[in-house]
Every structure is written in structure tokens, then in C-alpha cells.
């Protein structure tokens, strides 16, 4: 009986430890699954965040390019503060874009990113310049030229527009395009939206009237006889290249639209007994300005300057 009872407790034990290791490996296993799950939502949790950054950059971008595009076709963008607009930016995602305009001359950006469980907001800050409000904008400096109006003029300047020269060159093409100097020696129209000249541009005596803006890669000469009227605006991207007008016989040299030069500018000087001759003049015209400054990367007349960008949450 000993014997029998013997075997009976060992295999009890046996059964009991059996339970004990199924219920141990129970637990286990639920806790695994508890931790697969957190880490999934988790998972989600930070796709989530990513897509709502993703979104909130977008905004900026669009934002960015779009207060431009509004200064191209407005005289400032003062009234474009507490603009508010929401963006579908793809993918189940949205940006609550907002403006808020400083002065004359900053704008703070803000983008509510926003995807099906999390939101990021970013804000960036500028300070901007607008080419657009002066008749002549340059990185070097200017000499014997009258403005109207008078004294809009940005000398030394240092932040400049930045085109991208291939779109230019494409621009220009296939009538306008020259891949050495242009000399124009009589009236000359651009059909397309720039003339883009690789080097040196001139603008001789019989050439009394041009329309249409110029880039050229080289010097600018300007060499009126009697009445010379360009409508246009002149780029000029290469550091150190001058834009110069030569004394003109009679009358003198008029530009209707702006310059905008990385070298030098210098008018003609005139003897004080020639009265009749009116110094190089630049007639400021925003519009024929903004027709060339669209094509920067910005796409408008504003450069930005000084942006800080603070991620908000």
C-alpha cells in the first residue's frame, strides 16, 4: 500500500508542476502578445507624427512660394496677415497654414500638420526684401544715374535674386537666345519671355526702342545718340560685370522697368554748358520688374532673409 500511495504522490506532483509550467508559459506568452501590441501602436503612433511633420513641411513650402506669388501681383503683403488656409497635402494628411505679417519687411509661417492620430506644428520666420520696389538693385555700386522715383535705389546690395540660368536660357529660346555677345543696332522686340545673352550685350545708337527684358552673363553697354527708350528689365548675374551708358549726343538714355546687376552701374557725366541732355534715367515700373522676377526660384520679387524655423510640438 506504501508503494501504490508512493507512486499516487508522485504523480500528483508531477500533474501539479505540469500546471504550474502551462500557466507559467501562459502568462508569458500574454505578456509577449501585450508588448507586440504596445510596440504596434506605438509603431503607428510615430508613422503618424512623421506624416504630420511631412505635412507641416509641405505647408511651409506652399506657403512660401505662395506669399511670393501674392507679391508679384500686389503692392505689399501687409494684407495677407491672419490668412488662414487648410491643405490637403496627400496621403489621409492636411496643413492649417497661418500668416502673420510684421511691419514692412517680416512673416512668420505657421503649418498645423495634421494625419489620423498625431499633429506637428512648425513655424518659420523671415525677413525679406523686395527687389520689385526699386528701380535699380545691385550688388555693386552706382554712379551718374537718376531714378524716378527719385532715390529708389539698392546699392551694395547683400542678398541677391536667384535665378536658375538653364530655365533662363530655356526661356529665351529658340529666337532669343544668343551663346556669345548681342549687338542690337536698331528697334528690337522679344516675343519670347527674356532675351538671355551668354556674353556681352550692347545697345547701339539706331536702337531707339526696345521691349522685352534682357540676362546677360556679361557687360551691359548702353550707347544712346538721340532717344533711346528700353521697356524692360535688365538682369545681370555674374559678380563684377559693369552696366555702363555712354554720353549721349543730343537727348539721352530712358529705361522704363529696373535694373538689377551684381557689378557696377555708371551713368554719363554731361559738360555743365549741355543743358538739353537729362542724365541715364531708370523710370521704375514694378510690373515689368515682377514680368522678369517670377522666374526666380521663389517665383516673385521677395528674397528671404534671416528665416528661423522652431518646431512648436
Not at 76 to 81: D, K, P, R
Not at 97 to 119: F, Y
Not at 162 to 170: A, K
Request: hydrophobic residues 45%; aromatic residues 10%; neutral net charge.
Amino acid at each position: 500500500m506504501s508503494v501504490i500511495r508512493k507512486l499516487r504522490d508522485e504523480q500528483g506532483g508531477a500533474l501539479l508542476n505540469t500546471l504550474l509550467f502551462v500557466i507559467l508559459i501562459g502568462l508569458i506568452s500574454m505578456s509577449m502578445v501585450t508588448l507586440v501590441v504596445s510596440d504596434a501602436r506605438m509603431l503607428n503612433l510615430n508613422v503618424g507624427q512623421r506624416r504630420a511633420f511631412y505635412a507641416a513641411v509641405s505647408g511651409l513650402e506652399y506657403a512660401t512660394r505662395s506669399i511670393n506669388e501674392y507679391a508679384a501681383a500686389n503692392l505689399s503683403i501687409t494684407s495677407l496677415h491672419n490668412y488662414s488656409e487648410t491643405l490637403s497635402t496627400g496621403d489621409g494628411t492636411s496643413c492649417v497654414v497661418t500668416l502673420n505679417v510684421i511691419g514692412l519687411d517680416s512673416v512668420v509661417i505657421d503649418a498645423k500638420g495634421l494625419s489620423a492620430n498625431a499633429s506637428r506644428r512648425l513655424q518659420k520666420g523671415y525677413k525679406y526684401i523686395d527687389v520689385a520696389k526699386y528701380a535699380v538693385y545691385t550688388a555693386g555700386t552706382v554712379s551718374e544715374v537718376r531714378t524716378v522715383p527719385a532715390g529708389s535705389i539698392v546699392e551694395n546690395a547683400t542678398h541677391m535674386p536667384f535665378f536658375d540660368l538653364d530655365e533662363l536660357r530655356t526661356l529665351s529660346s529658340p529666337s532669343r537666345y544668343y551663346s556669345g555677345n548681342l549687338t542690337v543696332n536698331g528697334p528690337f522686340s522679344i516675343p519670347t519671355p527674356l532675351a538671355f545673352v551668354e556674353g556681352d550685350l550692347s545697345l547701339q545708337a539706331l536702337n531707339l526702342l526696345t521691349m522685352g527684358n534682357f540676362a546677360a552673363l556679361g557687360s551691359i553697354n548702353l550707347q544712346p545718340w538721340i532717344f533711346n527708350i528700353s521697356q524692360a528689365a535688365f538682369y545681370q548675374p555674374t559678380a563684377g560685370q559693369p552696366l555702363v551708358c555712354s554720353m549721349p549726343i543730343i537727348l539721352g538714355y530712358f529705361i522704363d522697368g529696373g535694373l538689377i546687376t551684381n557689378g557696377n552701374i555708371q551713368g554719363y557725366t554731361k559738360p555743365w554748358w549741355a543743358f538739353w541732355i537729362i542724365k541715364f534715367t531708370v523710370n521704375h515700373d514694378r510690373n515689368v520688374i515682377n514680368g522678369l522676377m517670377q522666374y526666380t526660384v521663389n517665383g516673385g520679387p521677395l528674397i528671404y532673409t534671416n528665416n528661423r524655423l522652431e518646431i512648436i510640438h
